[in-house]
């Protein structure tokens, strides 16, 4: 059909068909409690005053989330009310969801009252009571399966996206089911969803597909629009820009009130955990048409975010602030992790966050929500690394660490030497680790509040230790962190609360009651009064109120079914003649075992080393100079329980050195010598450890044999397919590699000075082929070289002092693709190798007539 008449038909349904006419009884209007106005800014109704909201997205009423607790035999009412509690206490004031409109509708868009839409309801009325604001997205255009097959049966289970707004009849399912999903009354809360107060508004659909012709989508957004206004809606209809850059002014010119954007900085789906320094990707969200007076006119949502495969706990605080610099006033993390099932993080692989099995990082969501809150719309503290002290806040890439630290608040996600403002006038902290007000040994999250001179609330949660790489391939039978409850040292160091404070547990179950000795006792996992000596504390129970939570409530999963684990990954190379520090994550340990270190060289000295905790769940041990020649280092790690020994890797029954422990399994190091070259990257070993992507749209990258047999990482140009535009020259490199290497130059830190080069091997499709090699830091600083490569395989020298300052390729590639391709530090030094943690290759080639480009990568080392 001609999109023109197309168009004419959807302005004439949009009038007949489905929407009430003039003659039929309008509906009851309702007020938002929100509006936009003419700036486009979003402000409360009551107070006029400015809008600003943040929190996540979460998803147990359907699709894999619903499937998954059913599978686990856990209550979806019973989690829904722990997660939500768990969101108040990390300072949520923000939800979104797109709804499986495929699991609540039939293929006509008829509303299904089943049982996912009453979950919906639940979740709505558990938000409701914790003041959690929501906006709902009624359309997600995704049927159910991920990551397993589909069973929906709805609308959208039956046409594509780009079905979705040219099909006749889809159009008429999708505005049957808004008048329905509107009209729509929650039985927990009595309330029409269209007059829902805490329904603030509604963003249409989730990320639509749209291709030109631009009016036959503006025409579109505007009777998706229309059908949320007809149903007697008054609250800010959303809608999404930014999945569809080509037609951006589609959307910008349609009757929306505000537009949604959403951040993936270092792409999806790695299939490990990235290291590295990415703060430089989330420094700024510069929007292209900012300027165009029909955005500035709108107010802005960012609907889903990300730091995709990172557990480091600094991007997010980092994110929210280039958010308020780019004005947005929602912002809603993707996604939370149902605690139910975050042991396994199966829900989505690429994503990870949950108070307990993620604390570090989910105490930097709380901490990015006070930024949000205290960074002020278009505010601005320049660009990376100036602003990573900004305002009340401090993130630290080196050290792991987010940080807020105001007069009456003081959060931190990892151990931290900084003093707090005004200990006297504190009235929360958060943390994990230690800080100079609470020394703490577990791993798990805790919360101190003020509820009194002399009087606290103490929630602890049970200690949460990585086992395996959370963003791996995911199952519910592979779990990924592991929780253990344990009594754990505390000390407090609250002049009010003096150094003889008593502890009285509040958590159903718990009946402990402590005298603090010189501000010290051990604790258990729960909730605790904690007073002054001689304080009473009469007037406070489980529950009694405050913030919107009762002084008893406590939720932490069990602990995890599983025996002692270790992780674990063996040094790169050590140095010949040097000591070797071995250092591993083990539980299961109590205080009366014993773990010891069973090092041989290979086929010769074998030696039994006593291993020492570090900190809770953490072993190390030195293998002597002595045994550290030339050769191949082997080694084990026992844990002795009582007569009983568990040995890793494999926790296999026995001991390395019993006659008939026939277990081939072991960890290994190469001890090398003076002048032997160090690896950044070998495609025979790091398949599974890099990220080697295409970045323009006609590029991918593959592994192949070279001649000789080995194997060699393959970087393609290929040919633009049909009407697919040539990639524009100012688009960065055609593919890329990047290798992350901090890790292995720790075993040869002795001889980094006396490194001189980097040597590629690889070859190219033709003659002359530019490469270039780039170098950086912990801190960002980028350095590159280029080399021509050939047809034959060959090795190319580039001496280190040939390395010249340069931009940051920002690869993987950041989301919506809009977004800034490089980052150019600020005022770099000369190269420094101990600095140096990330190598990246890039591979730039126009796109050929016909056939493909490429460069065949073998390994990159130091020589």
Known sequence: MPHRLLVLLLIICSATIGLPSAAQKAPRQSEGDVFVDKQGVLRWQKDKKEVALFGVNYTT????????????????????????????????????VHVWDVEITDTLGNLQDNE??????????????????????????????????????????????????????????QEKYLTQFLNHRNPYTKQLYREEPDIIAYEVCNEPRYHKPEDQVTAFANRMAQAIRATGCRKPVFYNVSENPDVYQAILNAKVDGL???????????????????????????????????????????????????????????????FREAGFQWATQFAYDPMAMAFANTEYQTHYLNLAYTPAKALSLLIASKVFHRVGRGQSFGRYPQDSVFEAFRVSYRQGLSEMNTPEEFYYTTSTTTQPKRVASLQHIAGTGSSPVVHYGGTGAYFLDRLAAGVWRLEVMPDAVPIQDPFEKASLSKPVTQILWNEQPLQITLAELGGSFTLRALNEGNTTQEQATNGRLAVQPGVYLVAAAGKSTTQFTGASIFNRIKLGEFAAPAPTKLGPQVLHTPPAQVSVGQPVRISARLTGASPQDSVFLVAQHYYGRTRTLPMTTTSYATVEATVPADLAYSGLLRYWIVLRKKEQALTFPGAFEGQPRDWDYAHPEHYEVPIVAAGTPLPLFEAS???????????????????????????????????????QPQPAATAGPAAALRAYFGHKLSGRATELAAFKEVVVRGRASEAATTVKVVLTTKDAITYSATVQLGPDMQDLRIPLSTFRPDALLLVPRPYPGFLPLTYQPTRPSALQLPETEVLQVLFDAPAPASGTRHLDLESVSLQ
């Open 61 to 96: 009423p359907f699709a894999h989330a619903y499937r998954a607790h059913q599978r686990l035999g856990v209550s979806h009412e019973q989690a829904i009310t722990q997660d939500v509690y768990h969101l108040s206490r990390l300072g949520v004031d923000a939800f979104r």
């Open 116 to 173: 996912h839409l009453k979950l919906l309801d639940f979740l709505v009325a558990q938000l409701k009571q914790r003041g959690i604001k929501i906006i709902l997205t009624p359309i997600a255009y995704w049927n159910n399966g991920y990551p397993e097959r589909d069973t929906g049966t709805g609308f959208s289970s039956i046409y594509s996206k780009s079905e979705a707004y040219t099909n006749p009849r889809a159009i008429l399912a």
């Open 685 to 723: 070993h790091d398949q599974d450890l890099v990220e080697a992507r295409g970045v323009a749209s006609t590029a991918w990258t593959d592994y192949v044999t070279t001649p000789t047999g080995t194997l060699a990482l393959r970087l393609v140009q290929g040919t633009p397919r049909p009407n």
């Open 260 to 322: 949604t954007f959403q951040w993936y900085p270092q792409g999806l789906v790695s299939g490990h955990a990235l290291r590295g320094n990415f703060l430089p990707y989330v420094d700024q969200y510069p929007i292209p048409f900012r300027t165009d007076k029909r955005f500035t006119s709108k107010a802005r949502m960012i609907y889903e975010f990300e730091s995709a495969d990172i557990i480091q706990p600094v991007m997010y605080p980092f994110m929210a602030r280039s």
